[in-house]
T-cell receptor, first 120, second 113 residues
Framework: GAVVSQHPSRVICKSGTSVKIECRSLDFQATTMFWYRQFPKKSLMLMAT?????????EQGVEKDKFLINHASLTLSTLTVTSAHPEDSSFYIC????????????????FGPGTRLTVL | AQSVTQLGSHVSVSEGALVLLRCNYSSSVPPYLFWYVQYPNQGLQLLLKYTTGATLVKGINGFEAEFKKSETSFHLTKPSAHMSDAAEYFC???????????FGAGTRLFVKA
């Protein structure tokens, strides 16, 4: 199946610094990628939809100036957590939408392995 | 608006016993329904999905789920639990024709020897 990678897998940073997380679709082009945040023992919360070549669409309550998303190519989306604080510590997961019709007649989302962010 | 409710944040079964994880959804249009599994500190792996057609869907690792429109349910089952099935399971819904996926709160499955 299609593969989505995330880099880094883990990052520890000091409060006030910015952290960039990359999400790549390795064997397909993804015009749409999604960024999720998962708190410990909680479900995934959709943060934003990343569209190649245009501005991301943020969910209600997500600060777009805090979480900068850039989808500059068909295989790469980046999430930058700006001026990170301890409350931003979380597991961030991206997914990429493969528009090619798969079995079952619908496109498929593939999830990355996640990035564990710890802000000290 | 769509939503997903997973009944039971924790389910514990003995090895070899039936696994039943419950999921109910709310959607104003025919939905696409998914079950994902997540192992600790890893991303999500698709177990199975329902889009159209047969309401009983078979997935990987011996799991299956049945779409019951009248009950707005999509429960996940496996006849015989294995220790390796211990993980977090998420039910998810997406609107037919849409692309935003909404996840349930998750159910942690424990398998006892």
């Amino acid at each position: 199946g299609a593969v989505v990678s995330q880099h880094p897998s883990r990052v520890i940073c000091k409060s006030g610094t910015s952290v960039k997380i990359e999400c790549r679709s390795l064997d397909f082009q993804a015009t749409t990628m999604f960024w999720y945040r998962q708190f410990p023992k909680k479900s995934l919360m959709l943060m934003a939809t990343s569209n190649e070549g245009s501005k991301a669409t943020y969910e209600q309550g997500v600060e777009k100036d805090k979480f900068l998303i850039n989808h500059a190519s068909l295989t790469l989306s980046t999430l930058t957590v700006t001026s990170a604080h301890p409350e931003d510590s979380s597991f961030y997961i991206c997914s990429a939408r493969d528009h090619r019709v798969q079995g079952g007649g619908t496109d498929t989302q593939y999830f990355g392995p996640g990035t564990r962010l710890t802000v000290l | 608006a769509q939503s997903v409710t997973q009944l039971g944040s924790h389910v514990s079964v003995s090895e070899g016993a039936l696994v039943l994880l419950r999921c109910n959804y709310s959607s104003s249009v025919p939905p696409y329904l998914f079950w994902y599994v997540q192992y600790p500190n890893q991303g999500l792996q698709l177990l199975l999905k329902y889009t159209t057609g047969a309401t009983l869907v078979k997935g990987i690792n011996g799991f299956e789920a049945e779409f019951k429109k009248s009950e707005t349910s999509f429960h996940l089952t496996k006849p015989s639990a294995h220790m390796s099935d211990a993980a977090e399971y998420f039910c998810a819904v997406r609107e037919n024709g849409g692309f935003k996926t909404i996840f349930g709160a998750g159910t942690r499955l424990f398998v006892k020897a």
